[in-house]
T-cell receptor, first 114, second 111 residues
Framework: NAGVMQNPRHLVRRRGQEARLRCSPM?????VYWYRQLPEEGLKFMVY????????ESGMPKERFSAEFPKEGPSILRIQQVVRGDSAAYFC????????????FGPGTRLLVL | TQLLEQSPQFLSIQEGENLTVYCNSS?????LQWYRQEPGEGPVLLVT?????EVKKLKRLTFQFGDARKDSSLHITAAQPGDTGLYLC???????????FGTGTRLKVLA
Protein backbone atom coordinates (compact mmCIF):
# COMPACT_ATOMS: atom_id res chain seq x y z
CA ASN A 1 0.00 0.00 0.00
CA ALA A 2 2.53 2.52 -1.21
CA GLY A 3 1.86 6.17 -0.59
CA VAL A 4 2.93 9.06 -2.78
CA MET A 5 6.52 8.58 -3.87
CA GLN A 6 8.94 11.29 -4.85
CA ASN A 7 12.48 11.10 -6.09
CA PRO A 8 15.09 12.13 -5.66
CA ARG A 9 14.73 13.11 -2.00
CA HIS A 10 17.65 15.51 -2.31
CA LEU A 11 18.95 17.20 -5.43
CA VAL A 12 21.91 19.53 -5.76
CA ARG A 13 22.32 21.58 -8.90
CA ARG A 14 24.59 24.41 -9.98
CA ARG A 15 23.10 27.60 -11.33
CA GLY A 16 22.04 27.17 -14.95
CA GLN A 17 21.50 23.42 -14.77
CA GLU A 18 18.19 21.61 -15.08
CA ALA A 19 16.32 19.97 -12.21
CA ARG A 20 13.86 17.12 -12.76
CA LEU A 21 11.61 16.10 -9.92
CA ARG A 22 9.47 12.98 -10.11
CA CYS A 23 6.24 12.05 -8.39
CA SER A 24 4.31 8.80 -8.45
CA PRO A 25 0.81 9.23 -7.00
CA MET A 26 -0.91 6.81 -4.71
CA UNK A 27 -2.41 3.79 -6.42
CA UNK A 28 -5.78 4.67 -7.86
CA UNK A 29 -5.15 8.42 -7.77
CA UNK A 30 -5.22 10.32 -11.04
CA UNK A 31 -4.88 13.87 -9.70
CA VAL A 32 -1.48 15.33 -8.90
CA TYR A 33 -0.58 18.65 -7.30
CA TRP A 34 2.82 20.26 -6.87
CA TYR A 35 3.66 22.65 -4.03
CA ARG A 36 6.76 24.57 -3.05
CA GLN A 37 7.82 25.21 0.52
CA LEU A 38 10.49 27.70 1.44
CA PRO A 39 12.23 27.39 4.83
CA GLU A 40 10.01 28.52 7.70
CA GLU A 41 7.10 29.11 5.33
CA GLY A 42 3.89 27.34 4.39
CA LEU A 43 3.20 25.44 1.21
CA LYS A 44 2.42 27.35 -1.97
CA PHE A 45 0.37 25.78 -4.76
CA MET A 46 2.15 25.51 -8.08
CA VAL A 47 0.27 23.30 -10.50
CA TYR A 48 -2.56 20.75 -10.71
CA UNK A 49 -2.52 17.97 -13.30
CA UNK A 50 -4.59 15.04 -14.33
CA UNK A 51 -3.34 12.36 -16.66
CA UNK A 52 -2.04 14.08 -19.81
CA UNK A 53 -3.64 17.39 -18.85
CA UNK A 54 -2.58 20.51 -16.99
CA UNK A 55 -5.68 21.75 -15.21
CA UNK A 56 -4.28 24.77 -13.39
CA GLU A 57 -0.75 26.12 -13.51
CA SER A 58 -1.53 29.51 -12.02
CA GLY A 59 0.95 29.08 -9.19
CA MET A 60 3.87 28.15 -11.37
CA PRO A 61 6.34 30.73 -12.68
CA LYS A 62 5.79 31.21 -16.39
CA GLU A 63 9.45 30.91 -17.26
CA ARG A 64 11.78 27.99 -16.65
CA PHE A 65 9.15 25.84 -14.89
CA SER A 66 7.07 23.15 -16.53
CA ALA A 67 5.11 20.11 -15.40
CA GLU A 68 3.68 17.04 -17.03
CA PHE A 69 1.76 13.93 -16.04
CA PRO A 70 1.98 11.47 -18.93
CA LYS A 71 -0.38 8.58 -19.52
CA GLU A 72 2.31 6.21 -18.34
CA GLY A 73 4.86 7.01 -15.70
CA PRO A 74 5.31 9.58 -12.98
CA SER A 75 4.51 13.26 -12.97
CA ILE A 76 7.57 15.41 -13.67
CA LEU A 77 8.27 18.94 -12.47
CA ARG A 78 11.06 20.43 -14.54
CA ILE A 79 13.02 23.53 -13.68
CA GLN A 80 15.35 24.80 -16.36
CA GLN A 81 18.35 27.06 -15.78
CA VAL A 82 17.97 26.92 -12.02
CA VAL A 83 18.81 29.92 -9.88
CA ARG A 84 19.58 30.11 -6.17
CA GLY A 85 16.05 31.30 -5.46
CA ASP A 86 14.72 27.95 -6.67
CA SER A 87 16.21 26.27 -3.61
CA ALA A 88 13.25 24.90 -1.68
CA ALA A 89 11.37 21.74 -0.79
CA TYR A 90 9.02 20.62 -3.55
CA PHE A 91 6.10 18.46 -2.53
CA CYS A 92 3.78 16.42 -4.63
CA UNK A 93 0.30 15.42 -3.47
CA UNK A 94 -2.29 13.19 -5.03
CA UNK A 95 -6.00 12.69 -4.67
CA UNK A 96 -8.65 10.43 -6.13
CA UNK A 97 -10.97 13.28 -7.12
CA UNK A 98 -11.50 16.98 -7.35
CA UNK A 99 -13.54 19.49 -5.40
CA UNK A 100 -11.40 19.74 -2.32
CA UNK A 101 -11.01 16.06 -1.51
CA UNK A 102 -8.15 15.03 0.75
CA UNK A 103 -4.69 15.33 -0.74
CA UNK A 104 -1.96 12.96 0.35
CA PHE A 105 1.60 14.21 0.26
CA GLY A 106 4.88 12.63 -0.66
CA PRO A 107 8.09 13.09 1.32
CA GLY A 108 9.29 15.92 -0.89
CA THR A 109 12.38 16.71 -2.91
CA ARG A 110 14.80 19.17 -1.38
CA LEU A 111 16.48 21.14 -4.12
CA LEU A 112 19.65 23.04 -3.37
CA VAL A 113 21.07 25.33 -6.02
CA LEU A 114 24.71 26.23 -5.55
CA THR B 1 -7.00 36.46 -2.26
CA GLN B 2 -7.88 33.84 0.31
CA LEU B 3 -5.68 33.68 3.37
CA LEU B 4 -5.56 31.30 6.28
CA GLU B 5 -4.01 32.70 9.42
CA GLN B 6 -2.88 30.31 12.09
CA SER B 7 -2.21 31.19 15.69
CA PRO B 8 -0.07 30.91 17.59
CA GLN B 9 2.91 30.69 15.24
CA PHE B 10 5.08 29.03 17.87
CA LEU B 11 4.15 27.11 20.98
CA SER B 12 6.40 25.45 23.50
CA ILE B 13 4.71 23.57 26.32
CA GLN B 14 5.41 20.92 28.93
CA GLU B 15 4.29 17.34 28.52
CA GLY B 16 0.79 16.87 29.89
CA GLU B 17 -0.47 20.37 29.12
CA ASN B 18 -3.42 21.13 26.85
CA LEU B 19 -3.28 23.47 23.88
CA THR B 20 -5.42 24.89 21.10
CA VAL B 21 -4.32 26.00 17.65
CA TYR B 22 -6.52 28.26 15.57
CA CYS B 23 -6.97 28.60 11.82
CA ASN B 24 -8.92 31.66 10.68
CA SER B 25 -10.03 33.17 7.41
CA SER B 26 -12.53 35.68 6.08
CA UNK B 27 -13.38 33.24 3.29
CA UNK B 28 -15.65 30.22 3.24
CA UNK B 29 -14.13 26.81 2.59
CA UNK B 30 -15.91 23.71 1.34
CA UNK B 31 -13.56 21.57 3.37
CA LEU B 32 -10.63 22.03 5.65
CA GLN B 33 -7.77 19.70 6.35
CA TRP B 34 -5.28 19.56 9.19
CA TYR B 35 -1.80 18.20 8.58
CA ARG B 36 1.25 17.59 10.73
CA GLN B 37 4.67 17.92 9.20
CA GLU B 38 7.92 16.75 10.75
CA PRO B 39 11.35 18.03 9.71
CA GLY B 40 12.46 16.60 6.39
CA GLU B 41 9.11 14.97 5.67
CA GLY B 42 5.93 15.78 3.83
CA PRO B 43 2.70 16.85 5.56
CA VAL B 44 0.68 13.95 6.93
CA LEU B 45 -3.09 14.27 6.79
CA LEU B 46 -4.72 14.20 10.24
CA VAL B 47 -8.35 14.98 9.47
CA THR B 48 -10.79 16.47 6.97
CA UNK B 49 -13.82 18.47 8.12
CA UNK B 50 -16.56 19.44 5.69
CA UNK B 51 -19.69 20.40 7.62
CA UNK B 52 -20.10 23.68 9.54
CA UNK B 53 -19.96 22.97 13.27
CA GLU B 54 -18.45 19.53 12.73
CA VAL B 55 -16.31 18.09 15.51
CA LYS B 56 -13.94 15.18 14.95
CA LYS B 57 -11.80 13.39 17.49
CA LEU B 58 -8.59 11.53 16.84
CA LYS B 59 -7.37 10.09 20.16
CA ARG B 60 -6.18 13.17 22.09
CA LEU B 61 -6.79 15.55 19.19
CA THR B 62 -10.13 17.32 18.72
CA PHE B 63 -10.85 19.22 15.51
CA GLN B 64 -13.71 21.66 15.03
CA PHE B 65 -14.94 23.39 11.90
CA GLY B 66 -16.63 26.74 12.49
CA ASP B 67 -20.36 27.08 11.87
CA ALA B 68 -19.72 29.45 8.97
CA ARG B 69 -16.91 27.23 7.60
CA LYS B 70 -14.42 30.10 7.82
CA ASP B 71 -12.36 28.88 10.75
CA SER B 72 -11.20 25.78 12.55
CA SER B 73 -9.45 24.77 15.72
CA LEU B 74 -7.27 21.91 16.85
CA HIS B 75 -7.19 21.05 20.53
CA ILE B 76 -4.65 18.64 21.96
CA THR B 77 -5.23 17.15 25.39
CA ALA B 78 -2.32 16.04 27.56
CA ALA B 79 0.32 16.81 24.94
CA GLN B 80 3.21 14.39 24.52
CA PRO B 81 6.69 14.88 23.02
CA GLY B 82 5.54 12.85 20.03
CA ASP B 83 3.08 15.63 19.20
CA THR B 84 5.97 17.95 18.35
CA GLY B 85 5.84 19.20 14.79
CA LEU B 86 4.49 21.78 12.38
CA TYR B 87 0.69 21.85 12.24
CA LEU B 88 -0.84 23.13 9.02
CA CYS B 89 -4.43 23.80 8.12
CA UNK B 90 -5.44 23.85 4.46
CA UNK B 91 -8.73 24.92 2.96
CA UNK B 92 -10.36 24.44 -0.40
CA UNK B 93 -12.71 27.12 -1.68
CA UNK B 94 -16.14 25.85 -2.78
CA UNK B 95 -15.97 24.15 -6.16
CA UNK B 96 -12.19 24.22 -6.40
CA UNK B 97 -9.35 21.81 -5.82
CA UNK B 98 -6.76 24.43 -4.95
CA UNK B 99 -5.65 24.20 -1.34
CA UNK B 100 -4.73 27.35 0.50
CA PHE B 101 -2.34 26.51 3.30
CA GLY B 102 -2.19 28.28 6.60
CA THR B 103 0.93 29.89 7.93
CA GLY B 104 1.61 26.98 10.28
CA THR B 105 2.01 26.49 14.02
CA ARG B 106 5.27 25.06 15.30
CA LEU B 107 4.61 23.00 18.42
CA LYS B 108 7.29 21.75 20.74
CA VAL B 109 6.33 19.53 23.65
CA LEU B 110 9.03 19.21 26.29
CA ALA B 111 9.39 16.02 28.32
Amino acid sequence: NAGVMQNPRHLVRRRGQEARLRCSPMKGHSHVYWYRQLPEEGLKFMVYLQKENIIDESGMPKERFSAEFPKEGPSILRIQQVVRGDSAAYFCASSSGTGGGPQYFGPGTRLLVL
Amino acid sequence: TQLLEQSPQFLSIQEGENLTVYCNSSSVFSSLQWYRQEPGEGPVLLVTVVTGGEVKKLKRLTFQFGDARKDSSLHITAAQPGDTGLYLCAGAAPGTYKYIFGTGTRLKVLA
